[in-house]
Structures are given as C-alpha cells and as structure tokens.
C-alpha cells in the first residue's frame, strides 16, 4: 500500500542512475525485473566477516501502517530467532539489526542507508506500503543490496527499483482479480460499486484491477466514488450510493486504518451488501465497527489459519509461543516468509556470502514452501506467483472461504 508522494519520484531521480550501474537497469511495466546488469566494480561486493551474516530488516512499526507492519518484524525476528537456534546458516549465525520506518518515506530511506553504510547488511526486509518501498529501495538498489519487501504488492515495483527488488506477497493484480471472481462466480454479483482512497496509489491500483476483471467477467460497475484518507466522514459518499440504488456488492478499496471505519459508517446506515477488499483490510475489522464487521465482509488476503497444513499450523504454535497470542494477521506469516527467502539464498552462497551472490540466488529459488505458499523466482520475474485466500468476518476472526 502507498501513498502517492513526490518523494518517490525525487529519490528515484537521484538514485536510479547510479541503481543501474549497480544492480540493473530500470525496466519496463509489471513484475518484470531491470535487466540485470554487468554493475559497477564495487556494488554488491559487501561480504559477510567472521562468524555472522548481517542482514537487516526496515518495518513501519509506528504510524498508520503498524497494524501490518508490527506483526511483519515479529514474524522476520521469528525466522532469525529459529535459524539460530538451529545452528546458523552453514554453520554461521545470523545478525539482524532493525528500524522502524514511522511511516515515513525520508525516514525508510535514510534507514536504508544505515543498514547498508553503517550496519554492513548484505541483504534487507520489511515493509507492507509499497511507497516506503520505493523510498527504500531505490537505497538498497543504488549499493547492490538486495531488498526482499514482505507485504508490499504493487507487481511494478521490480521494474521500477530494479533488480534488487523482490516481492514476498503476491501483486494487487493478482489480488484484485481474485476478489472480482470471488464476488461474481460465488456471490453471484453482476453489479457492484467502488470505493476507492484516492490518496494512495495501492487503492488506486487495486480498484482498477477489481473493475477490469470483474467487467471482464460480465459484470458492471453502477457507481464509483473516493476519499482521501484521514476523511473520516462518509456521509457524503454513503448518500450518493444509496441514491444511486444498491449494488449487488461493494468493492472497498481502502487502507487498514480506514476499514473498520469504512464498515461501522456504511453499515450504521442501513446498507447491507456484502463487502470485499484487499489484503489491507487483514486488519482489525472489529475496533471501530464492533459486530457490523461481522455482517458480510469478505476481505482476499495471504493465508488462512484455518490451514491444516504442516508450515501454517507450525508457524502459529510458534509464534504463538514466542508471543503469548496468535499471529494478528497474515503480515505476521508475510514477515516470517520474507526472512526464509532470504536465508535460502544465503544457504545457496556456500562460503561466499556476498550481497550479488544472495541477488543472484534469490533468482534461482523454485518452489521453496512458505506460510504464504509456495514462492519461485526468475530472472525475469520477482513477484512470486501465489495463491489469494478469500476469508470472511465472522465473530471477530477472519475464516477460510476460498483459495483463488
């Protein structure tokens, strides 16, 4: 999720120049990668000493993105904490040094900075908000570091940093697609209406996506309205759409600050159709909206804990252990998958851990089981293909429905 900010295109201006000496050059649109590059004689050559591996890890852990990124480090410290404790990584231990982004853009970038020049890290993670993602890998691009984003989603973000950059989660396309197919094969909708947080760029996108797909199939958009986040009166927007006449169901294309919110006001009015969104919305429903946020709300994310499986219920017996409750969210497992890519590559260098080497790696990983599914890399492609999981609200805890 992002905020739309000329920050990005500041940072970018200044550091893609040099990015594309160090790690590849900027490529075109969607989850294609730059083009690797030969890279400047000194990028990427930072190598691990003596007998730890530096890696560090960037996570909004205060402002408006905690809810996702909070429960992102407690999975990535997690991992670390697990590999440890099994004896390293070819025997050799792993540092992880953290930073809490604010959500900030100046901020995520100058952390990138420290991680790099003063930390000595030859690989980093974090961050849920694909605007600080920008912000910070542009950093990480322009020194060959690479950068393995946890929650971010927007699926142009390798082609536009570079090569540097992978993506844990899977794209808002992918999303999107999913919560229009979802609504119209087994909701039945042929008609539904778009609310959109025109302040950021993640909405903007996952709105666009929900429409084409779900006109695509047959169906039609009666109505589209916006707000800018922070506006948290919708009165405005709840007596447009009840003028307009009921949609089959709404599409809410907000952040997760906004959603309970979003629910408590649309609901307190009356409106009862059922409510899709995004993974940010894997959030707590429940704050504002109390039971309204039980009454139709189905929300695509990137795990279920009603998964039997062996990685999901393992991961939740020891977070849960670690923590004292079970994971918030599917952030959580995001933060733990994005450190268990990470280490694979590191496992792959041998005794010749370089940050290049690890890039490099990273593009070699296929078919390597997570919480969050099963993740591969390609050199032509960043953004691992997964799969959505569509959950509801039912009783203060989101429940399986779907995979899509």
């Not at 993670?125 to 927007?154: C, W």
């Not at 991961?315 to 990470?342: H, K, R």
Request: aromatic fraction near 8%; include cysteine; charge should be negative.
């Amino acid at each position: 999720m992002k905020k739309v900010s000329k920050l990005i295109a500041l940072l970018l201006s200044l550091a893609m120049c040099a990015a594309l000496a160090a790690c590849g050059s900027d490529g075109g649109a969607g989850s294609t990668p730059a083009a690797a590059a030969s890279g400047s004689s000194n990028a990427g050559t930072a190598a691990a000493s003596g007998d730890v591996i530096k890696i560090g890890g960037i996570f909004n852990v205060t402002g408006d993105q905690a809810s996702l990124d909070g429960p992102e480090q407690k999975g990535f410290e997690l991992a670390v904490k697990q590999i440890n404790e099994q004896g390293g990584i070819n025997g050799r231990k792993v540092e992880a040094t953290y930073y809490d982004g604010q959500t900030d853009q100046t901020v995520c970038a100058n952390n990138a900075k420290k991680l790099i020049d003063n930390d000595g890290v030859l690989a980093i993670a974090g961050l849920s908000d694909s605007d600080y993602a920008y912000a910070a890998g542009a950093v990480a691009q322009e020194a060959g570091v690479p950068i393995v984003f946890s929650g971010a989603t927007t699926p142009d973000i390798p082609s536009t940093v570079g090569d540097c950059a992978f993506l844990t989660a899977f794209g808002d396309d992918v999303d999107a697609y999913a919560a229009a197919g979802y609504v119209y094969d087994v909701l039945g909708a042929r008609t539904a209406y778009v609310l959109t947080d025109k302040s950021m760029s993640f909405t903007t996108h996952l709105s666009d996506y929900f429409t084409q797909k779900f006109e695509e199939l047959g169906g039609k958009v009666i109505l589209t309205d916006n707000f800018s986040s922070g506006d948290y009166d919708f009165s405005a927007q709840i007596a447009r759409y009840q003028s307009n006449g009921e949609a089959d169901v709404m599409f809410m294309a907000t952040g997760p600050d906004d959603a309970s919110t979003v629910i408590e006001q649309f609901r307190g009015a009356g409106i009862t159709a059922p409510m899709i969104s995004g993974d940010g919305w894997d959030t707590d429903l429940w704050g504002v909206a109390g039971d309204l946020a039980n009454q139709d709300i189905y929300v695509c994310t990137h795990y279920s804990a009603d998964d039997k499986s062996d990685v999901v219920q393992n991961f939740i017996s020891a977070y849960t252990e670690e923590y004292g409750s079970a994971p918030e969210n599917a952030f959580a497992a995001l933060g733990y998958d994005s450190a268990q890519v990470i280490f694979k590559a590191i496992e792959m260098c041998g005794d010749d851990v370089t940050a290049a080497n690890i890039r490099s790696n990273l593009e070699q990983i296929t078919d390597l089981q997570c919480v969050t599914g099963t993740i591969s890399y390609t050199a032509d492609n960043h953004v691992p293909d997964k799969t959505v999981v569509v959950t509801k609200a039912v009783d203060g805890t989101l429940t399986f429905q779907a995979n899509y």
